[in-house]
């Protein structure tokens, strides 16, 4: 018995070492905050993560309207993220493990439209932003759709029977085109108010009336399928990290006990 008890003690060390490891690994990953430097909104976020922000926070409030809501979500989702290449992130060893033994395949779920799941989402393009938008938005009664324009993807709200356009890309709207006006020339007010300077560019976008659509649903498949892995992912992360300490309390709990009858064996030989 002593000798399978000495020989099991290196793997449990080693085993909750590696427990540890790979949740440190996950904590890491899902903790990042990716750049610190730049034009806020765009080249690094300002605000806390969404991961941090509780339900209440990114709820509609009893006394805020509609209308103010997605104008306060747009801001949020616009200053708490940034704008890169939608397959720049990374996914944990426990990410990895639960694709697997799900057979999730890698290139459709995530390197086709990047993160879309709100707590491990940090930057992206325009259709990930949006998409994370709507979510907040639909998820508190909102009449919500993301839409596609040629090279450009934001969101068409309905409140009061009345379509607002919002982009939590650009951190613009919500806002309206009236009978009569002028498309192109109510987006080049409305995005002068943005950091960047491109409000011809997307006016011309806006315009192309017959490339606009609604955006293709998808990617709420993708969204379901990721938060899946995450789900799972992260109980794995709680496990390992449970079972990791465990082990190496267990492991300090012998050695003491080891080292308590070592010089009780001293002190009983000297009398």
């Avoid at 395949?105 to 799941?117: A, H, P, R, T, Y």
């Avoid at 639909?138 to 709200?157: C, F, I, K, P």
């Avoid at 309905?158 to 939590?168: A, L, Q, R």
Wanted: glycine fraction near 8%; hydrophobic fraction near 40%.
């Amino acid at each position: 018995m002593k000798s399978m008890s000495k020989t099991s003690r290196p793997a449990l060390w080693l085993f909750s070492l590696l427990c540890l490891l790979v949740s440190l690994d996950h904590l890491r990953i899902t903790a990042a905050v990716g750049s610190q430097q730049g034009m806020a909104g765009f080249e690094q976020a300002i605000e806390p993560r969404l991961a941090s922000m509780s339900k209440d926070v990114l709820a509609l409030s009893p006394k805020e309207g509609q209308l103010g809501y997605v104008k306060r979500i747009t801001d949020m989702v616009h200053l708490s993220t940034y704008q890169c290449n939608p397959t720049d992130f990374r996914l944990s060893v426990l990410d990895k493990t639960v694709m697997t033994l799900l057979n999730i395949d890698k290139q459709k779920v995530f390197l086709s439209e990047g993160i879309l799941v709100a707590d491990r989402f940090v930057c992206g393009l325009c259709s990930q932003r949006a998409f994370i938008a709507h979510k907040i938005l639909r998820d508190n009664g909102v009449q919500s759709e993301m839409y596609g324009l040629e090279g450009h993807v934001v969101l068409r709200v309905t409140v009061d029977g009345v379509s607002y356009f919002t982009d939590p890309d650009y951190g613009v709207g919500p806002f309206t085109v009236g009978p009569g006006e002028n498309i192109a020339d109510v987006i080049k007010k409305v995005y002068a108010t943005s950091s960047v300077n491109r409000g011809d560019v997307v006016a011309q976008i806006y315009a192309t009336l017959g490339d606009n659509r609604p955006y293709a649903n998808y990617m709420s498949g993708i969204y379901k399928q990721q938060a899946r892995v995450f789900f799972i992912s992260n109980i794995l992360y709680h496990a390992c990290l449970a079972i990791g300490l465990a082990g190496l309390l267990l492991g300090a709990y012998r050695i003491s006990d080891q080292i308590r009858d070592h010089f009780r064996f001293r002190r009983q030989s000297m009398r």
